[in-house]
C-alpha cells in the first residue's frame, strides 16, 4: 500500500458521521413516532420511588423515553429552525415599537409543542452544536454539566444581529407533575440600534394527571433598556380538570416604563396566532402567526462532513439516534450507556487531577444570589464561522 492510499484511509476513519432528525414543529404536536408502547406505565414504574420535590437534574432516562436528539439541539433549533425570518423584522423596524413588538413575536416562536412522555437527550459536558441558516450563524456548547448550564452564541453580519443565551433548567417531580424551571437569561442584541432586548423563559411543566400533557406555563418580561419599552407576558394552560380554555395562551401588554404606560395590549396562543391592541383607539394588529413560522420546517443538513467536530451533538449521538429511529431500543440504550459512562469517568478523571473544565468557546462565570447560582456565559469570538451543517433554505 504505497503513502497516498495510507492517508485516504486514514482520512476516511476520520470522517465523522451526524444523524440529524426533524426539528421540533407543530407537525411534531401531532406526531407519536418516537413513542414507545406503554409509555405511562413506563413513566410511573420509573418515577415509583422517586419523592415529590425530588430534584431530577441527574436522573437518567432510558432511550425508550428519549427523541433523537439533545436539549442542546432543541435550544438551537428554536433559534435557526423557523419559516419566516423575524429576526430580520426586528432589525429593520422604523420605530422602536415596532422592533419591540417584532422581538416579542420572535421571543413567542422559540416555544414549539413538545410531545408527552419522551424527552431529548441531556447534552454532555463540552458538547457543541454548530449551524448556519442564510445569514445566521449559530453555535452552542454545553460549559457545564452539574448543574447542566447551555451557552449560545448567534450572530446575523448582514442585519448586524447578535444574541447571547445562558440557560440551564432545574426539573422536580411533583408528584402529579414534573416541573422545570428554566433559569438564564437570552439577550438580543440589533448593533445598529444600539438596542439590547433582555428576556427569561416560561417554565416547562410535564404533566400526568388527569390528562398527560406537556406545557409551557409561568411570565415572561422582555425589556429594552434603551427604548424604556417592556413586555409582560403569561403563558397559561389547561386547568387541573383538563379544562382548556386558556390552553397554550399567552397575554399580556407592553408598557413605557418610565411612566408605567400601558401602549398594547397582547392576547392569543403561541400555538396559533398573537395579536396587539392599541389601547389608545383599540385597533388589533396580529404580530405572530405559528402555522407560518413553525410548521413544516426543513431538516438541518450537513454540507461538509469534513469540517463536522467529534463534540457536535449530532456525531456524539448518531448511534442512540439510529436505535430510536428504527426501534432497536437495546442498541440505542447500550449506545447511550457508552456515551454517559465516558461522562462519568471523564469526570472522574479530573477530580482526581484537581482540574475545571473550561469551555472553549464561551466564558463561564457565576455568583450566588438569593441561595441560587445565577450563572453568565461570555462568548469568545465575537464573529462566528459558516457551520458545515446548514439548514435549506
Not at 420535590?53 to 432516562?61: A, H, I, P
Not at 415596532?98 to 437527550?121: C, D, K, N, Q
Request: with cysteine; net charge neutral.
Amino acid at each position: 500500500m504505497n503513502t497516498k492510499q495510507v492517508n485516504e484511509n486514514e482520512e476516511e476513519e476520520e470522517e465523522l458521521t451526524a444523524v440529524l432528525t426533524s426539528p421540533l414543529s407543530l407537525d411534531f404536536d401531532t406526531g407519536d413516532d418516537y413513542r414507545a408502547p406503554n409509555l405511562i406505565q413506563r413513566i410511573f414504574s420509573l418515577l415509583k420511588n422517586v419523592r415529590p420535590g425530588s430534584d431530577l437534574t441527574r436522573f437518567s432516562l432510558p432511550a425508550i423515553f428519549n427523541i433523537p436528539k439533545s436539549q442542546l439541539q432543541c435550544y438551537g433549533e428554536s433559534m435557526y429552525c423557523v419559516n419566516d425570518d423575524i429576526l430580520s423584522r426586528c432589525a429593520h423596524g422604523e420605530t422602536p415599537l415596532e422592533r419591540f413588538t417584532s422581538v416579542i413575536a420572535w421571543s413567542i416562536s422559540m416555544y414549539r409543542p413538545l410531545t408527552f412522555g419522551v424527552a431529548p437527550y441531556n447534552p454532555v459536558l463540552g458538547e457543541t452544536h454548530h449551524v448556519s441558516r442564510g445569514n445566521l450563524n449559530v453555535i452552542l456548547e454545553q460549559v457545564s454539566h452539574h448543574p447542566p448550564v447551555s451557552a449560545l452564541h448567534a450572530t446575523n453580519e448582514k442585519d448586524n444581529i447578535e444574541m447571547i443565551w445562558c440557560q440551564y433548567a432545574v426539573p422536580k417531580f411533583q408528584g402529579t407533575s414534573i416541573e422545570t424551571r428554566v433559569l438564564g437569561t437570552r439577550q438580543l442584541r440589533l448593533l445598529n440600534k444600539g438596542e439590547t432586548y433582555v428576556m427569561n423563559s416560561p417554565n416547562l411543566v410535564i404533566k400526568f394527571l388527569p390528562v398527560p400533557d406537556v406545557e409551557w406555563l409561568g411570565n415572561v418580561t422582555i425589556r429594552c433598556q434603551e427604548t424604556g419599552l417592556e413586555a409582560e407576558l403569561c403563558y397559561k394552560g389547561s386547568s387541573f380538570l383538563g379544562r382548556k380554555r386558556n390552553y397554550r395562551s399567552v397575554k399580556g401588554k407592553i408598557v413605557s416604563s418610565p411612566e408605567m404606560k400601558t401602549i398594547y395590549e397582547i392576547n392569543g396562543h403561541w400555538d396559533r396566532t398573537v395579536t396587539v391592541k392599541d389601547v389608545s383607539n383599540g385597533k388589533m394588529t396580529v404580530i405572530y402567526k405559528a402555522k407560518d413560522v413553525i410548521s413544516s420546517l426543513k431538516t438541518p443538513i450537513v454540507r461538509d462532513s469534513k469540517e463536522l467536530w467529534a463534540s457536535e451533538s449530532a456525531v456524539i449521538w448518531a448511534k442512540v439516534n439510529k436505535g430510536i429511529l428504527s426501534k432497536s431500543w437495546d442498541k440505542a440504550n447500550d449506545a447511550k450507556t457508552t456515551i454517559e459512562e465516558k461522562e462519568r469517568e471523564l469526570a472522574r478523571s479530573r477530580k482526581l487531577k484537581d482540574e475545571t473544565y473550561v469551555p472553549k468557546h464561551f466564558v463561564l462565570s457565576g455568583s450566588k444570589e438569593t441561595g441560587e447560582w445565577v450563572w453568565e456565559v461570555k462568548p469568545k469570538n465575537i464573529n462566528l464561522t459558516a457551520a458545515p451543517i446548514v439548514v435549506p433554505l
